[in-house]
């Protein structure tokens, strides 16, 4: 049986970072387990291919939620990544740390070294921001962080006079002085390639002696003894392997497959587990529960001025911009599908944002079969403005369904369903009305394709978003962060309660969502995960 200081289960957002940090100073070995495979992929490194690896099971879990009574009955598709770099690999790349306020509630819900004062230090240190370094920006770290404002489609430029006109400020910065206000979304991206948390810090990492990294390994089991964790079971190419930690066993699998490895490891609710066969390591109701996440949905116009629609759809466009692609790494593919945004309150009474906007040169309305339509658009001028939830109240679970780690566990968001998530969503999808009637819209305006001038009343918004919201893709709070055992999975320096050499270091912490994507945290959560570890290791 080898033995590693440390192993790390899941190389995505947070894992890569571990790896990386852990490794640096060559006084420990470091043991990663990824259960998918390399990142090295052409449609992975290009920033919208993104689109072709939204289903693609060599890349991605492909995992679908129960139906949802909040959804309309349906049951969701959940992209997460299944390689190196995990979710970060193929996402749309926004990078948006969050509110200040978000990370203040962390701490003054007893997680001392998690307000936002705490966690500039970490942020500034990950960036490499195209902008420079200021009082809320970071130069020279592993993470480039792209300012797309020369970039965007000309289009972009109505979509920020019409926020302006409908009583937005223009923002320059949502990771500056302030979050609210509608501008242009930076990306994590350079000279045209992904920049993920692979690239970033595991490929770094990898060309240390003391790091080992294992592709295709699916972690099964923690083993344990007594109640220490000691090492990790998987399996690799039909093959069962056994490795040991000598200090620490870390899980970086995510919102999902966190709370799913303990729970097949005998960490979870009680009841669940010993229905199952598994024997009960540590009880805990909460692991798996608390599952938040953000809930999307697009509104789509017929426009009157070309968009992006009219390059990416024919086969010349296709042609023309692959070409621009592969000679100069430049144009539509070098960057995201998400050129611009904002966040803005529902109600001018509430002290902060609680909704997200996303304007895309680009229209969807017409679905294909096998990929996200990103490089397919609909045959006519279009444009969208979509728009998520910020701080969700509704609480879902995810819960595995047997003792085979191979199954997929169950998904249960429990979209919408509290009336204070619905009366903000309805007022959210006005408000993206109302920015479309402004005049630097409303003139180029041929029609609203979806949802359709014929919904109108507040019954009928609602159904509609019931029916064609989805997530974002941003579920956090599965192995919730707190210092009581009674109500949480991992202590504040994220070792797992009741457990000794184990912790959880990924989004699934997050004692609640933060307002915007979750990736930029993601990696910070790594960051100051690897201090906490580095720390207590003296």
């Known amino acids: 049986m080898q033995t590693y200081d440390f192993i790390v289960v899941g190389a995505g957002s947070a894992g890569s970072v571990l790896a990386e940090r852990l490794s640096a100073s060559g006084r420990f070995s470091v043991l990663v387990l990824e259960a998918g495979g390399t990142d090295r992929r052409f449609y992975v490194q290009m920033p919208l291919g993104y689109g072709k690896t939204f289903y693609d099971p060599a890349v991605n879990w492909n995992y679908r939620t129960e139906p949802d009574p909040g959804l309309a009955g349906n049951a969701d598709h959940w992209p997460r990544g299944k390689l190196l770099g995990g979710s970060s690999s193929i996402n749309a790349m926004v990078w948006i740390r969050g509110q200040r306020e978000d990370f203040d509630a962390w701490a003054a819900a007893g997680n001392p070294g998690w307000s936002y004062a705490d966690l500039l230090p970490a942020f500034k240190a990950i960036e490499d921001f195209e902008g420079g370094a200021d009082e809320w920006r970071g130069a020279g770290g592993p993470v480039h962080v792209q300012d797309c404002r020369p970039l965007v489609h000309p289009l972009t430029q109505r979509y920020l006079k019409a926020a302006e006109q409908a009583g937005l400020p223009l923002n320059p910065d949502f990771n500056g002085a302030s979050q609210e206000g509608a501008g242009v979304y930076q990306i994590t991206a350079k000279n045209g390639r992904r920049m993920s948390a692979a690239r970033a810090f595991l490929w770094p990492a990898m060309k240390r002696a003391n790091v080992r990294v294992e592709t295709h390994a699916l972690a099964t089991k923690i083993l344990f003894e007594g109640s220490r964790a000691v090492g990790i079971e998987y399996e690799q190419h039909g093959r069962k392997h056994i490795v040991r930690a000598g200090r620490e066993v870390i899980l970086s699998g995510g919102s999902v497959n966190s709370p799913q490895l303990l729970q097949l490891s005998g960490i979870g609710p009680a009841t669940l587990l010993q229905g199952l066969g598994i024997p009960v390591v540590h009880a805990n109701d909460h692991v798996g529960a608390n599952l938040q996440d953000h809930l999307g949905i697009n509104y789509s116009f017929k426009g009157r001025e070309p968009t992006l629609n009219q390059i990416l759809r024919p086969w010349w466009g296709k ?53 996200r339509p990103i490089l397919t658009p609909d045959p006519w001028p279009g444009f969208s403005v979509g728009l998520s939830n910020c701080r969700p109240s509704s609480r879902g679970e995810i819960m595995i369904r047997s003792a085979n780690p191979r199954d997929y566990p169950r998904i249960t968001p429990n979209a919408y369903s509290t009336d204070q998530d619905v009366a903000e969503m309805l007022a959210a999808v006005k408000f993206v009305r109302k920015i479309a009637a402004q005049p630097a819209l409303a003139e180029i305006i041929e029609e609203e394709v979806l949802p359709g001038p014929s919904i109108t009343s507040d019954e009928d918004l609602i159904l509609d978003f019931r029916k064609r919201s989805g997530t974002v893709y941003h579920p956090v709070s599965t192995c919730r962060m707190g210092p009581d055992a009674g109500n949480n999975v991992v202590d504040p320096r994220l070792r797992v309660h009741g457990i000794a050499g184990l912790r959880v270091i990924d989004a699934s912490i997050y004692p609640d969502n933060i307002s915007g994507n979750t990736n930029a945290a993601s990696i910070m959560t790594g960051w100051k995960g690897a201090d906490m570890v580095l720390e207590d290791c003296g």
């Open 319 to 371: 042609m023309l911009v692959g070409m621009q692609y592969l000679l100069l790494r430049s144009g539509p593919l070098s960057l995201s599908m998400n050129a611009a945004g904002g966040f803005f309150r529902t109600d001018p009474a509430m002290t902060r944002p609680n909704m997200q906007l996303y304007f895309q040169a680009f229209s969807t309305v017409i679905p294909k079969s096998g990929e």
